[in-house]
C-alpha cells in the first residue's frame, strides 16, 4: 500500500514489493523451463543488484524506472565490475522479469526499460604462438591430461565452459566428428570436431565412465576449478598479456575461424547463439590484415588467375 499525506488515504500501489515473487519467478523457470544452475545464481546475483529498488512499492510506473536509474547509477559508483556490459546482463535478468510480471497480472500495465550503451571492446585472444605452446603441451599426471584435452577442446569447438563439462562419453559421436552439447536453456545442438580433436577425445575417454571431466574424487569439475588450473598453466608456459581463462579459448576459437574465411551464421550455430548480433561482436577483432587474407582466397580474380 502507499499512504498518500495529502488526502491521509492509502491506496493500492501502482507496482508493488516486487521482491516477493522473486522466489515463484525462479521456481517456474527452474521447474517449467529448465533453466540451468548456473542461470538461476546469474537470477539471483541480478537480483539482488537490484534488491533496494525491488524492495519498494511504487505509485507509478514512472518512479519505479527513476528508482532503477538512480541504483544503476549507484552500482556504476562503485566501480569494478560494474560496467555497462554488467550492468546490462542485470537488467537483461530485470527485464524477463517484468515482463513475467505483467503476464502474470502482478503489474497492471508492462514496464520497459532500456539498455546502457555499451563501450565497443575488441575480445582478446591468444596470439599463435600461445596456441601452439598449449596444443604441444604435455602432462604425465592424470589432472594435467584431463586439463590438456579440455584446453584444445575449447580451442576447437568454442564450447561454453559449462558445455564442455557436462559431456559424457554418450556425447561423444566420433564417427562422424561431433558432439551432442547441451546448451543454455537446454537447448541441444551438434558441434562439429576435428579429426585431432577426435584423436585426442578417444584416448581420453577410454578411462572414464560417464562425465568426461572429473576431479580425482570423481566428483563434477567446476568453473572455478578449470580457472584455476589455467592459470596455472599459464604461468608455466610464460603465456602473459591475455587473461587466460575458458572465455579467451572461446573467443580465440571464434575470432580463428572468421579469420580463416568462416561463415558468420555457421559460426553462429556452432556458438549456440540464439542472436546473431552476438556472435558479429568477433568481427571486432579482425584487422585489415585479416580481411585482405581471406578476400586474397575468394576473390574472383585470384581464382581465375
Given at each position: ?58 505509485a ?50 508492462p ?20 596456441i ?46 561431433v ?47 578449470v ?6 598453466l ?72
Amino acid at each position: 500500500m502507499t499512504y498518500n499525506n495529502t488526502t491521509g488515504i492509502c491506496t493500492l500501489a501502482s507496482i508493488p514489493r516486487l521482491d516477493n515473487f522473486i522466489e515463484r519467478f525462479t521456481k517456474e523457470r527452474q521447474y517449467l523451463k529448465g533453466v540451468t544452475p548456473s542461470t538461476l545464481a546469474w537470477y539471483l546475483h541480478s537480483f539482488r543488484a537490484f534488491r533496494p529498488v525491488l524492495q519498494q512499492e511504487y505509485a507509478a510506473s514512472s518512479d519505479f524506472k527513476a528508482a532503477v536509474i538512480q541504483r544503476i547509477q549507484e552500482l556504476r559508483e562503485q566501480g569494478r565490475g560494474n560496467k555497462a556490459v554488467s550492468i546490462n546482463t542485470y537488467l537483461r535478468c530485470l527485464k524477463a522479469f517484468l515482463k513475467w510480471s505483467f503476464q502474470e497480472r502482478i503489474l497492471a500495465e508492462p514496464v520497459t526499460l532500456s539498455w546502457l550503451k555499451e563501450e565497443k571492446v575488441i575480445l582478446s585472444t591468444l596470439a599463435e604462438a600461445q596456441i601452439k605452446a598449449l596444443i604441444n603441451w604435455k602432462s604425465s599426471t592424470v589432472s594435467g591430461a584431463r586439463l590438456h584435452c579440455l584446453v584444445c577442446l575449447l580451442l576447437d569447438t568454442g564450447l561454453r565452459i559449462s558445455e564442455a563439462l557436462g559431456l559424457t562419453r554418450e556425447d561423444l559421436d566420433l564417427d562422424n566428428l561431433v558432439l551432442k552439447v547441451r546448451g543454455k536453456g537446454m537447448k541441444h545442438r551438434l558441434v562439429p570436431i576435428s579429426e585431432e580433436m577426435r584423436r585426442l577425445l578417444w584416448r581420453y575417454s577410454q578411462k572414464r565412465d560417464s562425465l568426461l571431466f572429473l576431479t580425482k574424487y570423481g566428483t563434477p569439475l567446476s568453473p572455478r576449478d578449470v580457472l584455476r588450473d589455467l592459470k596455472k598453466l599459464a604461468n608455466r608456459l610464460g603465456i602473459t598479456g591475455v587473461r587466460m581463462s575458458p572465455h579467451t579459448l572461446r573467443h580465440t576459437f571464434a575470432v580463428s575461424y572468421l579469420r580463416a574465411g568462416g561463415n558468420l551464421f555457421y559460426l553462429s550455430r556452432i556458438l549456440g547463439h540464439a542472436d546473431i548480433n552476438t556472435t558479429q561482436r568477433y568481427l571486432q577483432s579482425l584487422g585489415v590484415q585479416d580481411l585482405q587474407a581471406v578476400h586474397s582466397k575468394l576473390s574472383l580474380l585470384s581464382r581465375r588467375a
